[in-house]
């Protein structure tokens, strides 16, 4: 049909990135309501696909970043940020009282790391394991004013304990203002964004990550 030219070509969209393929894909929609003829399920099926794509490569590039943590008491996930110095991020309400903690490589190997400290009142906390020879690998976090609502969000994480499991979806909003921290007594505003990812228990701690592989 005539409309399906008005959308780009696919490899042009990858590049795009997804927020451009939803938008290509609204307008087919709607034409195809306008001119009563139904979206063709290759079409379908082809967004599909790219997005699936697109999520793949996002997993590949971040996966590597992203580390299980076991406290003794329960478990979440983290985000190398200094592979150098060997530090990590993850949530406050991860490593909560732990002094030490186990941390799972994405290769598998285990080694033992240390709560350098945390931040209640923003849910933020700071193991750090010896670099050594692990070789790791530190994520790219990407600048908060580059995060755009309709942009792809891959989450990465170890929820209900399973390692390196990946979700995806959307930014739903941003700057979303609500009371956050780990310390339920004293909860203060924290800025967040909405995605409609999956997130279960256990991924607290790990990635959400844009199209490059950015975490956000």
Known sequence: ???????????DMIELGVAPLLQAAAVCLFLAFVL????????????????WRVATAVARAVTPSVVRIGT???????IIW???????????????TADTVSVLLHNGVEVSGV????????????????????DLVEATFAPSETIEVGQLAVAIGSPFGLD????????????????????????VPVEMIQTDAPINPGN???????????VI
């Open 82 to 96: 200094d592979a150098a110095n060997g530090y990590i991020v993850t949530n406050d309400h991860v490593t909560d």
């Open 36 to 51: 009563s003829k139904p979206v063709p399920w290759l079409l379908r099926r082809a967004l599909k696909q790219l997005i």
């Open 115 to 134: 709560v350098i400290g945390g931040d209640t009142a923003r849910d933020i906390s700071v193991v750090q394991i010896d670099p050594g020879d692990l």
């Open 164 to 187: 390196q499991s990946v979700t995806a979806g959307i930014v739903s909003a941003t700057n979303r203002i609500t009371s956050g921290g780990s310390d339920e007594a004293n909860r």
């Open 72 to 78: 003794g008491f329960g478990q979440g996930s983290g």
């Open 204 to 214: 607290s701690g790990g990635a959400l990550a844009n199209r490059d592989g950015h």
């Open 1 to 11: 049909p005539a409309y399906l030219t008005l959308l780009p070509a696919l490899e």
